[in-house]
């Protein structure tokens, strides 16, 4: 039978790794011949969860050959997703992003739910047919649920999320929640040698609002002083990715995760009327106080997708 292979999105984060990983698991059990792979470099809090699982990074692929059969895990827009995404079979998603230009010539698996981590999904499958994660397994599955909703913080949590953890945390044991999610979130704050251009990269999605490309950039951190004080660089750099990407739109926003505040890099006007239009916020000094919309995908993406479909 043929491999599939199971792919998170560009830029992967901590629950597109994992999901990719655990829904791996998920397919053996079910005799499928899967392997979990990357598109790139993992970042600091995605390593610091492997390492503390003990479990080894997938490793990274930038293509495949045509008519391979692969699996999304949380995406499932072209932009985002492996580059040769329109040669290749999917046969599998499952995600919780709003669905936007998927289409397929064949029957494919899909599901999707509102829930804060695509790893809570691939849980509830295993729990559906009885599957019990292993302690490994487990432990990744509450650091997927962490990190995608900042330890509960943002708006995507259910009440659901944090009943799996609770039940996982039976099996994973981990001492304390809290502590955990906290050394979770300075491993991915420790920022010191990393030049401003991959602090602006380090969490990015680009997007298609009804033909205008947007390119919505995201640093979720325990120490958000330490990007703001470099505003006047990664302005710079702003400009730059704005011109060679061909951008119509581009936005940085700095997430404090403890303080539960969003203060969002405008790079230009164009950008500060959109900020304006969307959330009817005054932009002053390139500086955006968007407060508490922790969750790019719910209380940022939704917004502008509504403003450019008029
Ligand atoms: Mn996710």
Redesign the pocket.
């Known amino acids: 039978m043929d491999k599939i292979h199971v792919l998170g999105h560009k830029i992967p984060?901590t629950?597109?790794t994992i999901?990719s990983i655990v829904f791996t698991e998920y397919l053996k059990t079910k005799w499928v011949h899967a392997e979990a792979y990357k598109l790139w470099d993992l970042n600091n809090e995605t390593r610091f969860v492997l390492d503390y699982a003990w479990i080894n990074e997938p490793s990274t692929i930038k293509t495949l050959e045509p008519k391979s059969k692969i699996a999304l895990v949380?995406h499932n827009e072209y932009t985002q997703a492996i580059d040769n995404l329109a040669d290749l079979e999917i046969h599998y998603l499952v995600d919780?992003?709003k669905i936007w230009n998927l289409a397929t010539n064949y029957p494919l698996f899909i599901r999707t739910e509102k829930l804060c981590?695509?790893?809570s999904i691939v849980y509830k499958m295993m729990r559906e047919d009885w599957i019990i994660p292993s302690k490994e397994h487990a432990t990744l599955i509450i650091s997927?649920i962490l990190s995608?909703s900042l330890h509960f913080r943002s708006s995507t949590t259910q009440q659901e999320d944090k009943f799996i953890v609770e039940e996982l945390n039976l099996i994973a044991s981990i001492p304390n929640i809290e502590e955990y999610a906290l050394a979770m979130f300075q491993a991915k704050s420790d920022l010191w040698n990393i030049t401003v251009e991959e602090l602006i990269k380090i969490d990015y999605k680009e997007f298609d609002f009804n033909g205008k490309k947007a390119w919505i950039g995201s640093v979720e951190t325990t120490n958000p002083n330490y990007s703001l004080n470099r505003k006047t660089e990664i302005l710079e750099w702003m400009q730059k990715i704005k011109t060679t990407d061909n951008l119509d739109i581009i936005l940085l926003s700095i997430v404090d995760i403890l303080n539960e505040k969003n203060t969002t890099i405008v790079y230009w006007e164009t950008e500060e009327l959109i900020i304006k239009n969307v959330f009817w916020i005054d932009t002053v000094d390139n500086l955006a106080d968007l407060w508490n919309r922790l969750s790019r995908?719910k209380d940022i993406i939704p917004q502008l997708t509504e403003y450019f479909s008029k």
Request: glycine share 0%; aromatic share 0%.
């Open positions: 984060d629950d597109a999901s949380d919780h992003h981590s695509t790893s997927a995608d995908k």
